[in-house]
């Protein structure tokens, strides 16, 4: 079967790039291991943080403004709520990057905001607890984003557009006879050919695409939902999203939504590494006891009886940046994520660029030269594994 693009990985990026490319008219082909949506990967879990203050870097703050469109015309279209405003918190000791970034990248996109202590965010937002040392950022209009319902709307809005999506058929390869000159996909279901072909396969684009062995490295990453004390402070009108550093590490959280307690993780949780098929899927006591001592001391109104706990997978760069390119050695294969952990708030306007870079002669408008393959050190390391 023949096929304009064919998108390897149906998740968050692969969804969206989907309907993006199927709207333009283009004749698409989605190809996932699991199911649609499925718990193995990296958009499980409810709920992702969406945030403009971006202390990563600024550069990531354009491509959020242009995310938030795309979420509100994907629910537009799909008729589903995708983005939930909470507000968000960014803080840490003053000092510190977290704060001084966030800080910077607000002033420098003149972003809303207010600068507030610890006890002040404590006052104003009862169910935190932060030490009164720290300082934060409240940006208003930071909050979340429905993972599994938003892949299931960008999928819904792809099939409505004509593509064909396949579930439960894993990808065994893919060939290009050279740059620009198609792909041919093999599954163990069949063989496509295509155009263009566009990996998002999060945990497995390193078997995808060996250039990128050590450097796309999965880890394993575990949530936990809290049944609050006082479920009332923990509501998505009285309780901003946070990304918080503290002693313990960073972390993230959330308001109740969909299910019960409220929920949060620690960045790169226990540091666990490995092939994606390997990483242990199953939740541990250990898991628990580390998530649930960091809620007793920063949210002891929300630290009652574990609702759930969930794991996921990040897929991590050295630098902790995305990758979005084509391939170097193949112009029509387009290469997405990982994404360090931080990337499902970007999905809708990702999805827009990897349908920039599969057509309209491979350019976007947007701004991803630090996301390239080229950018400093992460080309050097690359030309190294190559070698």
């Not at 279901?189 to 062995?213: F, I, K, N, Q």
């Amino acid at each position: 079967m023949t096929f304009d693009v064919i998108v390897v990985g149906g998740g968050g990026m692969g969804s969206a790039a989907a309907w993006q490319l199927a709207r333009r008219g283009q004749r698409v082909l989605v190809l996932e291991r699991y199911d649609i949506p499925h718990a193995h990967g990296s958009s499980h879990g409810i709920s992702r943080i969406i945030r403009l203050p971006y202390y990563e870097d600024p550069a990531y703050v354009p491509l959020l403004r242009r995310a938030y469109e795309l979420w509100r015309d994907a629910e537009a279209a799909s008729g589903r709520e995708l983005l939930v405003i909470t507000g968000s918190i960014d803080a840490s000791a003053e000092r510190e990057a977290l704060f001084q970034g966030a800080l910077a990248s607000a002033r420098l996109h003149d972003l809303p905001h207010e600068v507030l202590t610890g006890e002040a965010v404590n006052a104003r937002f009862p169910g935190y607890r932060l030490p009164a040392s720290h300082r934060a950022v409240f940006q208003p209009e930071g909050g979340l984003v429905a993972s599994e319902r938003a892949v299931v709307a960008h999928i819904e809005l792809a099939q409505a557009s004509g593509a064909v999506v396949r579930a439960r058929e894993p990808v065994l390869g893919w060939q290009a006879a050279g740059s620009g000159e198609g792909v041919t996909v093999t599954t163990g279901g069949g063989r496509y050919h295509a155009s263009r072909l566009v990996l998002t396969a999060g945990a497995w684009m390193e078997d995808l695409v060996p250039l990128l062995a050590g450097r796309a490295v999965p880890e394993r990453q575990v949530l936990a939902w809290l049944q609050p004390h006082r479920p009332e402070l923990f509501g998505r009108d009285r309780f901003p999203v946070f990304n918080l550093q503290v002693e313990e590490g960073r972390y993230y959280g959330f308001p109740i939504y969909e299910v019960p307690g409220f929920k949060f993780g620690r960045y790169h949780h226990q540091g666990e590494t490995g092939h994606a098929d390997t990483l242990l899927r199953e939740p541990d006591a250990a898991d628990e006891a580390l998530l649930r001592a960091f809620g007793e001391r920063y949210f002891p109104a929300g630290s009652g009886p574990t609702m759930a706990l969930r794991a996921c997978m990040f897929t991590n760069t050295p630098d902790e940046h995305f990758i979005l390119d084509h391939h170097p050695a193949y112009s029509q294969v387009v290469l997405a994520s990982p994404c360090s952990g931080h990337g499902y708030k970007f999905c809708s306007v990702i999805g827009e660029i990897l349908a920039d870079l599969a057509t309209n002669d491979g350019k976007t408008r947007h701004d991803i030269g630090f996301l390239r393959l080229s950018r400093a050190g992460l080309a050097r390391q690359l030309a190294c594994n190559a070698a």
